[in-house]
Every structure is written in structure tokens, then in C-alpha cells.
């Protein structure tokens, strides 16, 4: 079977409907970046689930739509947006024996062109909301692999709280699963909104092209498996020190693969590194044990404890004035609601 294609069942749905359903974004400790054939990632990843970035996703199966029709934050796709969307849509047709079209209406909580990656958030929330809309059920391993066939990182926004991403070998073992509830760390993730817009690069072209970077070998090969035990035992033991390094580590190689493909692409601004001067020169220096970490984007993450909180908005109005916050704690995963 095909990394793209899942199983088909025996019984075609009796009765297709609609149903709602809610996903959050996830911020990665350990990255993904690269990929194979069904967006197949060459390590394990972990992420933590974003409490305030959340995509509301409705669908509809309907006989008499002649097309599928997807509208996000009110507009209405067209284009390689609406295929990829349709794309995704034939999964679950192909995999409940159907052929009825949907309609999708989606709504992010963070204003559109923010530059914060809806794509996990958004392929969850498909998901979930496809599947239960066609009167089924997955289990949430089954429901994982579907998402990560949308987008890869869409694959941890299907549990809750701290989740590990396992590498697996085909589609059906390459899926996320919960290592902590929400509650176990009260860590915050402030995201520092500092460009708007879509990037110029999105990330499906940046995973075909990472292995091309000379650092690419040594990273999969040696730097993420000890990065992955550090992070692991960070958690186990929650150490923000450890944690901190560890993430810090991984988002300056995440760009500099990126910096060094045959085609290379810089996501980075002056902003953004103004920004982290600031974060690791003055606020930590200052003693708030806050850590960046960044997408590929140029909007910096910054990772404490939460009993920092106060600190971090005296700091942040101080020395980022007119900056747009968007505060977030670990939360659970995709979930139905009316
Ligand atoms: O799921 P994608 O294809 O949008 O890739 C996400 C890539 C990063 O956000 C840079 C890293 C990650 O693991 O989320």
C-alpha cells in the first residue's frame, strides 16, 4: 500500500452530516524539517499544543455539491490551496468508500497573515471533523496518520498536551501520541508577532530540499537523537535549563539547514534577531530563565515557566513596545464541538 493511501474500509457510511470540530497549533521542542514520500519525518519530534492559537473547522458531506468548497477566516480557497484541502478530502473519501463533496468552514483564533502556521492546527481540525462528519470513528494513533498526510505537524495537534511524533516506517506507524497531559508543566509560549504575511517558501517545498544541506546528515544521524534524550529527560525531570539549551539548539539549526540548501531560504529578519538579542542578553540576564524558539518564520517563541508571567509582561512593554503577543499555555489536543 501506497505511504499516501489509506486502507479502505468494507462499509460505505449510511449516514454523512456534518460535524465541528477544534485543533490548536503546536510549537516543536524538536523539529521537524525534511521529509519523505507521505510526509514521512526522519526523526521523532515533540511538540506541546498552543492553548490560544486554535482553528474551529466545520464540514458538511452533501450529495448535491457538485464541487468541494472550503472557506477559511470567511474567504473562500481557490487554486493549490482549495486542491490541497480537496486532497485531503479524497483521504477520507477513499478510506470510507465514498464520494460525496464537502463543505468546510473554518475559522482561526489569530487574525489571518499573522505568520503563525495554521497548517497543524488546520489539517487537525480537518481531520477530526471529516471523519466524524461521515458517521465514523478512528482511533486517535489512526486519526494522527491521517493528519500528518495534510501537513506533518498536523499529526501532533491530535493529542493533548506534550506529544512525541514517532518516526515509524510507513503511514500507519509514523504517528503522534500524548507523553504529558496539558497540566504536568506550566510552561507559557509567548509568540512575539513581528512579520504578518504568508513566507515566500512555505514549509512543503522546505522538507523536499533540507537533505540537500551539508549539515543535514549530521543533524538526523547524531544532533536530534541526543537533542531527543535531552529533551525527554527535561521533561521528566523539568529542568527549563536543560529544555532551554536544547530548543535554543535546535531552532539555530533548523535555519541553518535552511540557510544552506541548494536553494537556500533565509526566514529570518532583522527583527527576529533583534528580538533574540534582547530575550538572551537582557531578560535572561536579568534572571527570567526564558528560551526562543522559532518556526520557519521569522516570529520568535519565547519559552518560561509560568510563574514568570509578571516579569515577562513588565519586559516585554519595556523594551518591545507596540510588539503583537500572543500568550499560550500547553493544551489538549483536537476535540468535536457544536
Ligand atoms: O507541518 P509542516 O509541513 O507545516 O512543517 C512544520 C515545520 C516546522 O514548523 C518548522 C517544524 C515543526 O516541527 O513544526
Known sequence: MSADRPRITESR?????????????????????????GNLPYSDTISFN??????????????ALPHDSVFIDGVELSDKKLERASRHLDRVRRQFGFREKALVVSENSFPMGVGIASSASGFAALSLAAVAAAGQELSQKELSALARHGSGSASRSIPDGF?????????????????????????????????????AVGSSEGHKLAHTSPHFEKRIKENVPRRLEQIHKALETKDIGLLGVTIEEEARELHLITQTTDEPVNYLTDSTLKVINILVRKWRR??????????????????YPSEFTEQMLAVR???LPGVTFIDNSPSKGAEIIK
Open 286 to 303: 536579568e534572571g527570567i530563565p526564558v528560551y526562543f524558539t522559532l518556526d520557519a518564520g521569522p516570529n520568535v517563541h519565547a519559552i
Open 50 to 63: 498552543l492553548s490560544n492559537c486554535t482553528t474551529k473547522t466545520s464540514v458538511s458531506w452533501n450529495r
Open 317 to 319: 512593554e519595556r523594551d
Open 13 to 37: 457510511p449510511e449516514r454523512l452530516g456534518s460535524a465541528r470540530a477544534i485543533a490548536h497549533a503546536n510549537i516543536a521542542l524538536i523539529k521537524y524539517w525534511g521529509n519523505k514520500e
Open 163 to 199: 506529544v512525541l511524533w514517532h518516526t515509524g516506517e510507513d503511514s500507519e506507524s509514523s504517528y503522534a501520541e500524548s507523553i504529558y497531559p496539558p497540566d504536568y508543566w506550566a510552561l507559557k509560549d509567548t509568540v512575539l508577532i513581528l512579520e504578518e504575511g504568508e513566507k
